[in-house]
Each structure stands twice: as C-alpha cells, then as structure tokens.
C-alpha cells in the first residue's frame, strides 16, 4: 500500500483473523458482505468466502490481481472475492459495497496518517450495517517496531515519520507510518463516532488490537 508491511494474513491465521472468523461463524454479523483493506495473499479472504461472506478487497498492489484473479478460478460457485487495485488513500463512498457487516484491516491504518484514518474509517462506518463490526490492528508505539522511531514523542496526529533503517529492515516495512498506542486507538475511534468498543487490547508484542461494533443511530423521541 504506500509501503511495504509484513504479510501477517498468509502464512497464518493471526489472533484478529480468529476473532473475525468466530464473528463470522456465531451469525450475530448483520450481512454477509466483508471489506477488508490491505488483505495481502487473502487466506482470511478465501476462510469467508468459503462461509458465504461476498468479500471486497482494497490494496495497491498490482502482483496482487491475478492472484485473486486464480483464487476466484477455483472458488467458483463456493465463494465471491472482489479485488479493487487501490490506494485506500483515495477510497471513497462509491468504492465501497453497501451493507457491509464485517470490516477487516490489520496492520494497514498506520500507513496513513492520523487524520487520513479517521477519514477512511467514517467512510467505512457510513457503509456499515448496525452491528456491524470493525477488526483492526496498529503497530504499536511501544513494540519493537517503535525502536528509535523518531516521531515517539509527538500526539499521535503530528506523527509521521520512517523507522530507522534497521528496524523497517528487520520488519520489512518502508515509508512513513503513525505507531499507535491503546490509548491513541481509542481516541481514533471516538473521532470517528458511532462505535462502541467491543475489545481493546496491546498485545504481548506491542502491537494493538481492537474490535468496534457500529451502533444504531439515535432517533429523537416522540414528546
């Protein structure tokens, strides 16, 4: 995307792919259509759309379209992936599916900056089904990824900067990212609106996890 993170959707299913799989299979999820954002080679994609999710995925990565273009040759019938080449920088209303009742994207909203997640992800929410849920993932701030990062004591909004050369080498990620803390994410999501924290959590590595649930929006009662 606009640069270049550890695939964490192929060789495993991670700890957020469990938690969107078990949202997946318990049928609380208002509709079975999945956004997901830089979802890599797709191995959580093909998971739901061999659970019946139609799944619409958004990266930047060319190589990636005859991939899925494949992954669909052998789904046929069983499953529905829709890959969109695209910055999700420039992601707008019209790109998105309505509807959704599953989002997924982990280790992708610390590519852009602070104000530019808050934008997609209000982009995001007006597309979503009530209890609809939000699956994310950040770099943290206070993982090893944050090592030397030189943007460590600015609010999150002002940050934005590369990691040291070793470190985006040892986790092979380039360009500029905004590492989060549970308490940045947090804030995120209040900016955002309309969401109610479901999980919230840092893992043992320092990365931050969390799950949001979009909520019904109120209406003004009758007097």
Do not use: Q
């Amino acid at each position: 995307m606009m640069g270049k993170g550890i695939d964490v959707g192929y060789g495993r299913v991670s700890s957020l792919g469990k938690r969107v799989i078990r949202f997946a299979l318990s049928g609380e999820a208002p509709s079975k259509v999945c956004v997901e954002l830089g979802p890599g080679r797709g191995r959580l994609a093909i998971v739901l759309a061999l659970l019946g999710f139609r799944c619409y995925l958004y990266d930047s990565d060319p190589s990636l379209a005859p991939h899925y273009a494949r992954i669909n040759a052998c789904l046929r019938e069983y499953g529905d992936i829709k890959f969109h080449l695209m910055d999700v920088r420039d992601m707008g209303y019209g790109d998105l599916p309505e509807g959704v009742g599953l989002v997924v994207a982990e280790r992708v909203l610390h590519h852009v900056r602070f104000r530019e997640a808050v934008r997609i992800l209000k982009v995001l929410r007006n597309r979503t089904l009530p209890g609809g849920r939000f699956f994310l993932s950040f770099s943290g701030l206070n993982s090893p990824i944050g090592e030397g990062y030189p943007d460590r004591g600015l609010p999150v909004e002002e940050r934005w900067s590369p990691l040291p050369p070793d470190v985006g080498r040892r986790y092979d990620i380039s360009g500029e990212v905004c590492l989060y803390t549970e308490e940045d994410v947090a804030r995120l999501m209040e900016e955002v609106g309309g969401m109610r924290k479901v999980y919230l959590s840092t893992t043992a590595f320092g990365n931050v996890m969390a799950v949001y649930e979009k909520t019904p929006r109120r209406t003004a009662g009758r007097k």
